[in-house]
Each structure stands twice: as C-alpha cells, then as structure tokens.
C-alpha cells in the first residue's frame, strides 16, 4: 500500500471527507486528492508542498516521510530539506525558474535565504529579554515599544497588546508580542493575499498551512503562540479580541512570538 492509500484509508477510518479537511487545514481539496492519489502534478513550490503533506500527516496521525520520498521521486530531487529552511523562498520566482528550467537559480536563492534566516535566528537568541509594557487604553492601537511604567495598586488601566513597529524591521526580524494580562491567548488571523504559515501553540510540533484571499483562521494557546510568515503583509491579526499592528510589508518572512 502506497503512502496515498496510506492517507486515504486512515482519513475514510476517521470517518472524514475531502472537503470538512479542506476547510479545517485550508489545503485545496486538489492538493488533497493529488497526495491520496500520488499524483502531484500541478503542485506548488517545494517547500510549499511539503508543508501540505506534513499538515495532512499530522492530521491523521501518520509519518509524512513515505510520501515526502515519493514527491522527491516526482519533482526528480534527492532529499527534501526541512521548510523552516526553505520558507523563505518567494513562491513566484520559484515557479518561474522552474518553468524556465533554470533549477540552478532557484537553488543558489534558497541556500542564500537560509543563510539569511540562520543569522536572523541567531541574532533573534542573542537579543535580550525585555520588560512587560504596562497596558495602553482601549481603543488605542500601539505603533511601537512603549517603556513598562509602575502604576499603584488598584490603577484601573485597560489591557493592550505590545508589540513592535514592523516598518523599519529587515527581512526575518522576530516580533516578540506579550500580553499584560494573563494567558490564554485567542489570535484570529484573516488573509488578504495568499499567504504560507508555519504555526505551533504551546511548544507542541509546529504546522503548516496555505491562506489564501478570504481565508480565516482561529488559534486558541494556553500559554504561548509562534508564528512564522510567509508574506507578513498578507494577515491581519487579532489577539485576544483587539487588532494588532500590521506584521510586515507584502512579501516580508516574519517570525512572530506571544507569551512564553
């Protein structure tokens, strides 16, 4: 039995059909039957198809490898690499270059964005931990960092979001938002342009997913919510019932952090 039939059985055994896990993972119900069928023709760039077949895996509880050899084995690669590597890729050049069939192009861009990441990454650790802001009034969105100012007992503040100014970050700048008040978090993402998100809630495994114009998406954490980008400017996002600022430009990788 190959890994499709692999998927398909294990979905029609959770009694689920194509088009409820279309809506629950925001993956085209083509992409899902091209995966049970092992075809791929038609499939995107690479690290976004392998972002659809490990958040299909991980919705039935099955390994994603035998199917990630199988999409190597069609696309003509040797190995697959990790998409936090990779997500930087823009999706436009890389089809492109693929329909020119210039695959060296393509690779020679994707090994100096990951070097791109890897130095944001690390700078992101270096950096140092900074202090909980004290809460602006409602109604009034936060633009940048404000300084954390002590308030005597019973100051009846209303509770914002901190978060930083996106505009003059680079390229895979993190954005460290924290809440003043308690977790749980409940972020509500909606996308105004086609979007790759890698997500993870509570350190559990992270997930892939594709947005798409229109497209929403309700994340529920108790403590803490990562967030990688694809195309910052692409989502709107609101946490915890109020809007947050803008996350980058159009095209932008954004790594977003809340709580810890």
Do not use: C
């Not at 964005?113 to 130095?119: E, F, Q, Y």
């Not at 950096?127 to 300084?147: E, F, L, M, N």
């Amino acid at each position: 039995m190959g890994a499709g039939e692999k998927f398909k059985a294990r979905r029609e055994a959770l009694g689920r059909v194509l088009v409820d896990v279309s809506t629950e993972l925001k993956i085209s119900i083509k992409y899902l039957r091209g995966m049970e069928e092992g075809h791929f023709e038609g499939f995107p760039a690479r690290v976004f198809s392998v972002g659809f077949i490990k958040s299909y895996a991980a919705f039935l509880g099955e390994d994603p490898e035998p199917m990630i050899r199988e999409y190597a084995e069609f696309a003509g690669e040797s190995a697959i690499t990790d998409p936090l590597k990779t997500v930087a890729v823009s999706p436009h050049w890389a089809v492109r270059a693929r329909e020119r069939g210039n695959r060296m192009v393509y690779y020679l861009l994707a090994a100096f964005l990951v070097l791109v990441i890897g130095t944001g990454l690390s700078w992101y650790s270096s950096r140092p931990i900074r202090q909980p802001a004290i809460p602006s009034p409602a109604g009034v969105p936060v633009s940048g960092i404000k300084p954390a100012v002590a308030q005597p007992a019973g100051d009846n503040l209303a509770k914002r979001v901190e978060t930083a100014s996106p505009a003059a970050a680079p390229d895979n700048a993190p954005i460290s938002v924290s809440q003043a008040d308690l977790p749980p978090y409940q972020l509500y993402l909606e996308a105004n342009d086609q979007t790759w998100l890698m997500y993870s809630l509570d350190d559990d495994e992270p997930l892939d997913t594709m947005l798409y114009p229109g497209d929403k998406l309700s994340i529920q954490a108790r403590r803490k919510i990562f967030l990688k980008l694809g195309n910052a400017g692409g989502v709107i996002g609101t946490l915890n019932g109020r809007r947050m600022s803008p996350f980058g430009d159009r095209g932008q990788v954004r790594i977003v952090t809340m709580g810890k």
